[in-house]
Structures are given as C-alpha cells and as structure tokens.
C-alpha cells in the first residue's frame, strides 16, 4: 500500500455548465442539452490525459422547485445524466481513470445500488467507486412519492444502506464460478450465499445476481461534517471530501477522521481527505483578473436566492439584499453545504448580496491563480497535513481544465507530489487501497444455494 501523504489524490468533479454560476452564459461554453455526452467524454478524456485519478460524477434527484421550474431556469447544472449510466458509457472510451458513481441511500434499494454498481465495476474492469450520498434535497422525495426524511433518519438509513450492499457485493466468493461444462457445474454452491440482510429499516434477501465487484467491493466516498456523516465516513469511507475552508480547518477535519477511524480499527492511509476547491487557471494575473471579471458581472444576484436559500434554509428574498444574512435554524437537507456557506457569513459579516457572489463563484473555496500559484496552494495544504489530495471543481471548464491539466500537473510533477502515470490495473489499486478480500466460507453468514 502507498503512503498518501508522498503524492497527491486528485478527483476532477464536472459540473455542467463550469462550477462558477455565470460560466454557462459565456458564449464559448457548450451549453446544449445533445451536446451533454460528447462534452463529458472530452472533459474524461482531459482528465486521463492528466493522470488525474477519478472523474467524479454528482448527481441529483430534482430541479429545484419541483414544479415551479421558473426558479432552476438558470441553473443549467441540474439538467444531469443518471452517473451510473453514464459512468458506464464512458468506461468503454477511457482506460484507466476512476469512475465515481454519486448515489442516494434515500430513494434506492441496497440491491438495486449493488447490482448497478457492481455491473459498471465489471463494464469499466474495476474502475468505479460508489459515493454514498442521503439525498438532502427537500424536492427529491416528491419524485419517489415519498416525504422528505430529516437528517439523523437518511443517516440511519444510509448505515444500513452501506452493510446490506457490501454483503450483496459479497454473494459470491472469488473463485465461485467454476464453469465445469461437462459436470455441469457453473458455480461452486459452497463459494456462493444469500446474505439475507436484515437490518431495522432494511433487509434484502440476495444472492446478487452479478458476479463479486473486480475490486472486490467498488472504492466508497462519503462526504460530510455532521457527527452523523463524520462516523459513517470513518467506518467506511475511503475518499473522504469536504469544504475546508483553510488549512487549520483541513487539518482539524482531517485528524478527526483519522481518530474516528482509529475506532473502528482502521488506519489513516486506508482513506483519502480530499478538501473539495475551485478553481480558475490562467497563466498571468492580468488574464485571470479578466476572466474572472467576466464571470463576475454575468452573475443574476435575485437568480441566485432561491438556491442560496435552498442550502441556508431561510427564504433570503424576504430579507434586505444589503443587510446581514438571517440567523437559520440547523437544516434538516444538506447540513455541511449549510454549515460552509453560514460560517462564511458570519465570519466575514457578509451581506446577502455579497455571500450570494460568494456563492455564485464556488460553495467552498475558491481560488484564481496561475499554475505557480495553484501549486503552491496544494502542496502547502499536503505538507501541513490539512489534505491528501483535491476534488477539483473548474469555474470555466473549457479554458481552466485544459489549464489546470496542461500547466499545473506538470508543475505537481516537477515538484515530485504527483505521479506521473496509473498505477495498478483498478481504482482501488491505482489509490493503494486494499482489497477487500473474498467471503470464506462460514455457516453463519451465508444459505446454501442449491444446485
């Protein structure tokens, strides 16, 4: 196993549109909905070129406002792709990145998430990971026919979620399938099991009906600040991102995991701290002052308040734009997204207008700078231990990815804290995580399937 903190990790998360709100009205941005695939495919293939380690695809489950689609209109991020469709899809023009699969424990079934996950882990040749996600959007749950579940219940759910898809991942040991054509024998009864899961919430009888993960089980990440979040990533996160706003915050975050890990028996390299940024890549101060000032006039403050309001969890068009954001009572959707946007606020007393610019350019943190710059950030952020890594997040895809794989990877390089090719034939591997290792054989765990 490597040691994280030699070399950076890092996760490209593609947002559609760029991460900065106003980027999709540029006019070079490839905005068209049947332009999606192809946009994705190139960004994959940017990405891979760059020895970057994962294309790490979100997902949602609504348009904000559900029916009143007037208050998304422009927000052309939440026109997403199902991630495990189309993580497949890009598994067959890709070779060696890793491919996150963003999935709700929510409004899913454990073994409807292990047979796709396992079937895109097969498709890519071990290269796909599961980020386990609750759902905290009050507008999901519509779409299920279902109510809006709070916080500690989605955590509930989602512990159990994790435990029933890793034994259904588990229904067959390595070596189950013998193929024995003339004792007509396709799999060894005794390699196979039905987990028979049962938990409080939930319970799934098995065997899956896809063969054990190439992996084993496909790489975990798990995000959260919460104490509910913070232990189900402890337990069982392997890439851990987050909204650290500072090096101090990082490292606290990061000791922290380490600590509750430590709890569960575990040890730091068995997971990646990934503080989530933003960035803008340009090769000169007057050229990034340029494009960011772009950007920035583009940005439809009164456009932005009902998703800002969203993640604050108070309706901020009833209040002055001038005047201080509100006081908001700890939200029963995405707690950490809340936590980093009211923190901000409050510790740089700014107004509603101003956090709103904030957040038209990144949730967490973001950063305009030249490839020098950039560099100086990441390896300051990993030699004080406040990270292993970046999920790297573009405000204008089209110049500052090619950017940041064209000019900063080689500076990363030269300064010896990223490789400079793939390692191993996984994603697991390509990390230094081990894998989990086949099921034995033990009368308490499994039921004999017949021959």
């Given amino acids: 196993m490597t040691d994280a903190a030699e070399q950076l990790t890092l996760f490209h998360f593609p947002i559609w549109g760029g991460s900065h709100r106003a980027a999709w009205r540029l006019p070079e941005t490839r905005i068209a909905p049947e332009e999606m695939f192809e946009t994705h495919l190139r960004w994959a293939r940017t990405c891979e070129r760059g020895k970057i380690h994962c294309y790490f695809m979100a997902d949602r489950l609504a348009i904000v406002g559900g029916e009143d689609t007037t208050i998304a209109r422009s927000m052309p991020e939440h026109l997403i792709f199902d991630p495990a469709t189309l993580q497949a899809a890009l598994a067959s023009v890709t070779d060696r990145i890793g491919l996150m699969i963003t999935i709700a424990t929510s409004y899913d079934s454990p073994f409807h998430v292990a047979r796709r996950t396992a079937t895109a882990d097969h498709i890519s040749g071990g290269r796909v990971g599961w980020n386990v996600v609750t759902g905290g959007g009050s507008d999901d749950a519509p779409n299920f026919g279902m109510e809006h579940p709070d916080h500690s219940s989605r955590y509930e759910r989602a512990e159990e979620f994790v435990d029933a898809v890793f034994a259904l991942w588990d229904s067959f040991d390595d070596d189950a399938f013998v193929c024995d054509k003339d004792a007509d024998l396709f799999w060894d009864p005794d390699k196979v099991r039905a987990p028979c899961y049962r938990g409080e919430l939930l319970a799934t009888r098995g065997p899956l009906n896809v063969a054990r993960p190439p992996q084993g089980h496909p790489v975990i990440a798990q995000a959260g600040t919460s104490s509910p979040g913070r ?23 990061r000791t922290d995991l380490h600590q509750r890990m430590a709890e569960y028996g575990r040890e730091p390299n068995e997971a990646r701290f990934l503080p989530d940024i933003t960035l803008l890549i340009g090769r000169t101060r007057d050229e990034i002052d340029e494009r960011l000032g772009r950007l920035d006039e583009l940005v439809d403050v009164d456009r932005l308040l009902p998703d800002l309001s969203r993640f604050i969890g108070v309706d901020l068009a009833a209040h002055p734009l001038d005047g201080p954001v509100p006081e908001a009572p700890l939200s029963a959707g995405g707690q950490t997204m809340q936590r980093t946007l009211v923190r901000a606020a409050e510790s740089e007393q700014l107004t509603i207008r101003q956090l709103a610019e904030r957040f038209a350019r990144s949730i967490g943190h973001f950063v305009a700078g030249t490839p020098t710059e950039v560099a100086d950030l990441m390896e300051g952020w990993m030699r004080a231990g406040a990270a292993d890594g970046f999920v790297i997040r573009i405000a204008d895809p089209e110049p500052s990815l090619d950017g940041f794989v064209d000019l900063v990877v080689p500076e990363l390089q030269r300064r010896g804290i990223f490789r400079t090719e793939y390692s191993g034939a996984t994603f697991r591997e390509d990390l230094g995580l081990p894998r989990p290792p086949s099921p034995a054989l033990a009368a308490g765990n499994r039921t004999r399937i017949a021959r």
């Fill in 231 to 253: 232990a189900l990533a402890a337990r069982v996160g392997e890439a851990i991102f987050n909204f650290a706003q500072t090096i101090e915050e990082g490292r606290e975050l």
